[in-house]
């Protein structure tokens, strides 16, 4: 690794809706948001090289609401690659076509890597059509094992939408990847070195945890802030947004997080039992999509 530090940014949840829809489940101006960001962004010093976006790009998945992120993301000039990642709010047969221009093969996972300036970058899709929480199908930690291998030598960023677990609490697999598939991940990265962190979104609050000696990473992102008083009650949005700016050197990562201006005004709050209300809703969509499917 280059003793020169090298920076790169971490935005989450952008949660950009479709333009010509009223959604009563988008609680702030997205938009607005993602534009002060980037133009944020631009006047990094050094500029950073990459940014990875790590799921929930869009608040419902449809064509339109990635065709509008697509939009702002071209005006906005960025002259550095930017990596996406999906969530549970993204839906496949919307990004694909949309953002890759891709219309086979829009069911499967979106997993993929790229090397900058000598990062591996490893984008691994934790979402599952209808599940809130994260999960791997069949093949990805495959995948990922193959992934890591092919540039064993290099510094790696993981980025998914979903954290691993970080407690074996069914009633919390929601909030994270799965507990059996936190177990898998942590069998395959056990023993390499070389994994400088794994950056997340969903839960919508700035937290830094280690995880079995891994630094993870989650942003607040851009759609609203969780208020971490209120986690024993349930979940109060309020107002508030950041993104992260990475700096890695020789010693590791280093996580900067960059808050954007906020009142922390209440914009929604959940408790756990309508969370559990929430789930039962995404399960019974899963179930009534399969019957349509098998038809």
């Given at each position: 690794m280059s003793a020169t530090p090298l920076t790169f940014v971490h935005i989450t949840d952008l949660h950009i809706g479709h333009p010509n829809v009223q959604d009563d489940h988008l609680y702030s101006d997205t938009e607005a948001t993602l534009r002060a960001i980037l133009s944020d962004i631009k006047s990094l010093q050094p500029a950073p090289r990459f940014i990875v976006a790590s799921g929930d790009l869009t608040n419902h998945g449809e064509p339109e609401a990635y065709q509008r992120l697509k939009t702002i993301m071209d005006e906005a000039g960025l002259e550095m690659p930017v990596l996406y990642t999906l969530g549970?709010?993204?839906?496949?047969?919307?990004?694909?076509?949309?953002?890759?221009?891709?219309?086979?093969?829009?069911?499967?996972?979106?997993?993929?890597?790229?090397?900058?300036?000598?990062i591996h970058v490893v984008m691994i899709d934790s979402s599952k059509p209808f599940k809130i929480g994260g999960h791997f199908e069949e093949g990805q930690i495959d995948w990922l094992a193959a992934e890591l291998d092919r540039h064993p030598d290099l510094p790696k960023l993981i980025v998914m939408h979903h954290a691993p677990a970080l407690d074996e609490d069914v009633a919390l697999e929601w909030e994270a990847l799965s507990i059996a598939d936190t177990q898998a991940l942590r069998d395959l990265l056990k023993g390499r070195e070389n994994i400088?962190?794994?950056?997340?979104?969903h839960i919508h609050y700035d937290r830094v945890s280690n995880w079995y000696g891994i630094p993870v990473v989650v942003g607040i992102g851009q759609h609203a802030a969780t208020d971490v008083r209120y986690l024993h009650e349930g979940l109060r949005m309020v107002s508030g947004a950041s993104f992260a700016i990475g700096t890695v050197r020789p010693s590791g990562l280093t996580i900067s997080f960059v808050p954007q201006p906020a009142e922390r005004r209440e914009l929604k709050v959940h408790t756990f039992a309508g969370m559990a209300e929430v789930i039962r809703f995404y399960e019974t969509q899963a179930q009534e999509a399969a019957l349509v499917a098998a038809e």
């Open positions: 549970n709010h993204d839906k496949r047969e919307g990004f694909y076509p949309v953002m890759l221009g891709r219309t086979e093969e829009t069911d499967a996972p979106y997993d993929h890597a790229a090397v900058i300036d000598g400088l962190g794994i950056l997340s979104g």
